[in-house]
């Protein structure tokens, strides 16, 4: 029937790269996220002045 060969087209031909892409787009929006969460958006956090950072601090900026 024509259900069942569509179904065996979506099965064997389309499934495949569109679960692939759905998990490639989720894991770059992931990775996104993580970027904007480490040094990206500053949500709440303040810069310090560079005199009381005190130097390890300036070490790992620069």
Request: glycine letters at 12%; zero cysteines.
């Amino acid at each position: 029937s024509l259900l069942s060969s569509l179904q065996s087209v979506w099965t064997n031909v389309i499934q495949g790269p569109v679960e692939q892409a759905i998990q490639t787009t989720a894991l770059l929006g992931a990775q996104v996220l993580a970027g904007l969460g480490t040094n990206g958006i500053n949500i709440g956090k303040r810069e310090l002045e560079a005199e009381p950072r005190g130097e390890i601090i300036d070490n790992l900026l620069n």
